[in-house]
Antibody
Framework: EVQVVESGGGLVQPGGSLRLSCAASGLTFSTYWMSWVRQAPGKGLEWVANIKQDGSEENYVDSVKGRFTISRDNSKNSLYLQMNSLRAEDTAVYYC??????????????????WGQGTLVTVSS | DIQMTQSPSSLSASVGDRVTITCRASQSISTYLNWYQQKPGKAPKLLIYAASSLQSGVPSRFSGSGSGTDFTLTISSLQPEDFGTYYCQQSHIVPRTFGQGTKVEIK
């Protein structure tokens, strides 16, 4: 069974830092893009960042650029999100998700599956 | 960024009803569109990918259609376990973006 499990959430003061981890199992981790998606309390889903299979490409939503860094360690089947300069608006449940890709005639389709159970990050003084 | 707009924001329907949720993209995204179901306190679950492909293990009463800018998720016969919030998501470009969600309640 493919599984991803997040950890590392908690309470942090504004301006502080936190590092989230995501442990993957049941899949060949190094062959997939991976993403972080967050959900503020009572709100919808917001994609945060993704990273290519070999770590050579990263993408971020504008609101976290320069503050968050996504990384991976394929030898440990693990994904990370380093969050610096945290703000109250970063308070959310953070989900790790595998991006499955499928190609037809050079075009690529991607979707998120599975998702982890999420880890709560609370930014508050 | 591509904006995704769902309608309605919420709905209440009876068991056995046919339910339709609409998702509109701010620009053409071909069929790069996925649908997820989220139940309270749980992670989202993939239902439909590439606009119309049913994820393995998802009941056949769920179906997706559309291309370009307009998409539809249909539940052919609503069941009690189908309550929750449904999200569309585009994968045409980054940043990946989601619709605001449609909350489905059972009457």
């Amino acid at each position: 069974e493919v599984q991803v499990v997040e950890s590392g959430g908690g309470l942090v003061q504004p301006g502080g830092s936190l590092r989230l981890s995501c442990a993957a199992s049941g899949l060949t981790f190094s062959t997939y893009w991976m993403s972080w998606v967050r959900q503020a309390p009572g709100k919808g889903l917001e994609w945060v960042a993704n990273i290519k299979q070999d770590g050579s490409e990263e993408n971020y939503v504008d609101s976290v650029k320069g503050r968050f860094t996504i990384s991976r360690d394929n030898s440990k089947n693990s994904l990370y999100l380093q969050m610096n300069s945290l703000r109250a608006e970063d308070t959310a449940v953070y989900y790790c998700a595998r991006e499955i890709g499928s190609s037809t005639r050079g075009a690529w389709w991607f979707w998120f599956d599975p998702w982890g159970q999420g880890t709560l990050v609370t930014v508050s003084s | 960024d591509i904006q995704m707009t769902q309608s309605p924001s919420s709905l209440s329907a009876s068991v056995g009803d046919r339910v339709t949720i609409t998702c509109r993209a701010s620009q053409s995204i071909s069929t790069y569109l996925n649908w997820y179901q989220q139940k309270p306190g749980k992670a989202p679950k993939l239902l439909i990918y590439a606009a119309s492909s049913l994820q393995s293990g998802v009941p056949s009463r769920f179906s997706g259609s559309g291309s370009g800018t307009d998409f539809t998720l249909t539940i052919s016969s609503l069941q009690p376990e189908d309550f929750g919030t449904y999200y569309c998501q585009q994968s045409h470009i980054v940043p990946r973006t989601f619709g605001q969600g449609t909350k489905v309640e059972i009457k």
